[in-house]
DNA sequence: TTGTACGCGTTATCAA
DNA sequence: TTGATAACGCGTACAA
């Protein structure tokens, strides 16, 4: 059913009687073979079912070749965006991807990134980074580090503007009549920062008071917090949300209470993640642009690799605010 | 900045005054050094900034140590739950993980599947696989596969029932008095034809006659193809699709008629991904259990290493429907 | 505990 | 140019 031995270079080169050097060369589409001996070689190599061990290239290879990428979290559509844009260099690149997964706690990050650390990636792209600064920093002293939307110091960086995101909302919901805007707003130290301090100085310059919630990244846990404010004194008529999970934890809220999104409440949510696009739901929020912060972390991460010593290197990316259903007038 | 040269076994072994092979012994927890030795060892390793290479660690090691995992699409919640049940097997046995990623459109599927086979992985988990039976197969013969939600002769599966699901779908809206109930179908070949069959066969033994619309994975491909429905003579007072995608897809077209779901029509999806319950959406699904075939598929991989001559290897999970607020009573 | 033969390619270095 | 030889990468496993 299954072939009992695996097929190697040393196979393919005994059959074509060439010495396996020869054979390495061809299948990477090196100099120094004729093109005749060449389609000789894949063509038996076709025959005997042999793939190149990518895991013996790798430890005999130069290096240079293998991108790690570390994902936060498989359930967050935002990341899978990052993803797509990295993958979008790096493959017509011809360099391998290897991932790792981390978990929503934050506890498997650093086991996560030890795993790329080992698997001899050149560089590693930090998708939802949570471990701190420190903790980022040690391990970019071993594997250079390019962090996607977040802003480690020495730590090479795709910055996505929080402060403009977390502006651009709250002018949208001042324009819309609001005064009592609440932010729900994320773990602190978790790279996020500038989209409570841009919350805070957009509410200041229009003159209200600006009143944040502590929260998590947890729907339910959001929901809780909401619910808090929805029911305590003076209740807001908008939140906006650190991202688009803790908005669905509002709008949870809001839904246990009657209250109708962009009517009797608003909502904004931050990275345009697939749910808030869900029919229905029709979140408005920020986009974070997900794809784009990729490709941009894709190509410093190859600017990385081939000036290993350079200074520290970052791009920065401006959000945009994307209304649809769940932000209206600000009820009288 | 950054470390000039990797540290290698060899470097901690000469600094510990040790041989090589005892330092591997120390890092793997293996039995042969002393608790003594293998602290000292360790410390040494932690001052020198050392990790084990898993590059070369893979290549000389014995195997059955390594799962490959490809998923379909990071962009659908399911798959993630899959991949969670997976590593929840995984983990804990201390092997390692690695990912593929294939493409919406099928068409990298094929690549990464190669990218798992030349990656040394023992056994490779399949998720979302589209690819025809033949090319799985042809895989097989070289690396087991364990498909999930798949149903491949002679390759290991974790096998769902989808017509157990997409009876309880039919036989649910049945119950709430609706006549015309059509499927919104997915790609032919694609594995998933028992949620047609089953269908299919839940209506006639319901006493209604089947009417089935095809369509794809694609939302926006649903939509149209869901208008058309709704458009047309007799329009159907619910739509069950044969996925969650699919289903928002008819639940934008009913949003553009200004139909309510639920009230109106009612549309019914399966996955239970995590989309179906937003906040405002509430689709009632059939719950594919993604975490728990991720579980059972790793099992599965693991039994299959063990005993690579076993006969094929399944496991049968059952779908229940998870009802929410997109069906209702079908309208007079 | 240690020596040492692998594992499977890659990449100089050298010869024709 | 076309090709061969041999060292190398970094651990693991087994005999000594």
């Known amino acids: 059913m299954r072939d009992v031995k695996r097929v190697t270079m040393e196979d393919v080169a005994r059959e074509a009687g060439v010495s396996r050097a020869l054979v390495s ?4 589409d090196a100099a120094g073979v004729s093109a005749a001996t060449r389609a000789r070689i894949l063509a038996i190599g076709e025959r005997l079912g042999y ?3 990518q895991v013996a290239a790798r430890l005999a290879g130069v290096g240079g070749r293998t991108v790690g990428v570390f994902i936060q979290d498989l359930h967050n559509d935002v990341f899978a965006d990052v993803f797509d844009g990295v993958r979008a260099v790096v493959e017509p690149a011809r360099k391998s991807l290897v991932m790792a997964v981390g978990t929503l706690d934050g506890r498997g990050d650093a086991a996560a990134l030890d795993t790329l650390r080992r698997s001899r990636v050149d560089v ?17 002293r071993h594997v250079p580090v390019v962090a996607v939307a977040r802003d480690i110091p020495s730590v090479d960086a795709v ?29 602190p130290g978790d790279g996020y920062g500038g989209r409570g301090s841009g919350y805070a100085a957009a509410m200041r310059a229009a003159g209200l008071a600006p009143r944040v919630a502590s929260s998590s ?31 669905f934890g509002v709008l949870d809220a809001a839904h246990d209470r ?7 409440v608003s909502v904004v949510g931050y990275d345009n993640s697939s749910m ?12 974070l642009h997900g794809a784009e912060l990729g490709r941009a972390a894709a190509e410093l991460a190859a600017e990385r690799v081939s000036r290993p010593d350079a200074e520290r290197l970052t791009r920065t990316s401006a959000p945009t605010l994307i209304v649809r259903g769940t932000t209206g007038p600000a009820p009288s």
Request: glycine share 8%; no cysteine.
């Open 25 to 28: 060369i061809a299948y990477r």
């Open 51 to 53: 793939a190149p061990d």
């Open 124 to 140: 590693i792209v930090g998708v939802g980074l949570q471990l701190p600064d420190v903790a980022v920093q040690a391990v970019s």
């Open 159 to 187: 910055i996505t503007d929080n402060e403009a995101g977390a502006r651009a909302a709250v002018e949208h919901l001042a324009g819309l009549g609001h005064r009592r805007i609440a932010f729900l707003a994320n773990p």
């Open 217 to 247: 990244y947890l729907r339910a846990q959001a929901a809780i917090d909401a619910a808090a404010l929805l029911d305590g004194p003076e209740p807001p008529t908008a939140i906006f949300a650190h991202n688009d999970q803790a908005a």
């Open 258 to 264: 009657g209250l109708v999104p962009g009517v009797d």
């Open 276 to 287: 808030s696009r869900a029919p229905g739901t029709a979140l408005t929020t920020v986009d």
